[in-house]
């Protein structure tokens, strides 16, 4: 069974900084493009950032560009996610996401993606 599981989230003053990780098990993603979106109350679920399968090249949001950074660890089958000068407006639930097919290049839509983590509470106060 494949599993997403993320960690890392909690409660920060605005201007800080929290680092979310998702360990997968079940199967490799090592060739596979991995991603993070998330998910405010009474919105959509929106694409935060996305990484291809060897880290070469990631895409970001506008609204989190310059501050958030993806990176993964195919020895670990783990992705990242570094947020600084964290606004209350990043404050959501955020998903790890992985599909499930082979590719070079990353995506920045939710349907592209087959697996989901259960998400991680992340909450910036101003």
């Known amino acids: 069974q494949v599993q997403l599981v993320e960690s890392g989230g909690g409660l920060v003053q605005a201007g800080g900084s929290l680092r979310l990780s998702c360990a997968a098990s079940?199967?490799?993603?090592?060739?596979?493009?991995m991603g993070w979106f998330r998910q405010a109350p009474g919105k959509e679920r929106e694409f935060v950032a996305a990484?291809?399968?060897?880290?070469?090249?990631?895409g970001y949001a506008d609204s989190v560009k310059g501050r958030f950074t993806i990176s993964r660890d195919n020895a670990k089958n783990t992705v990242y996610l570094q947020m600084n000068s964290l606004k209350p407006e990043d404050t959501a639930v955020y998903y790890c996401?992985?599909?499930?097919?082979?590719?070079?290049?990353?995506?920045?839509?939710?349907?592209?993606?087959?697996?989901w983590g259960q998400g991680t509470q992340v909450t910036v106060s101003s």
């Open positions: 990484i291809s399968w060897n880290g070469g090249s990631a």
């Open positions: 079940g199967r490799t993603f090592n060739d596979s493009p």
């Open positions: 996401t992985a599909t499930g097919r082979i590719g070079r290049y990353y995506y920045t839509v939710k349907e592209a993606y087959d697996y």
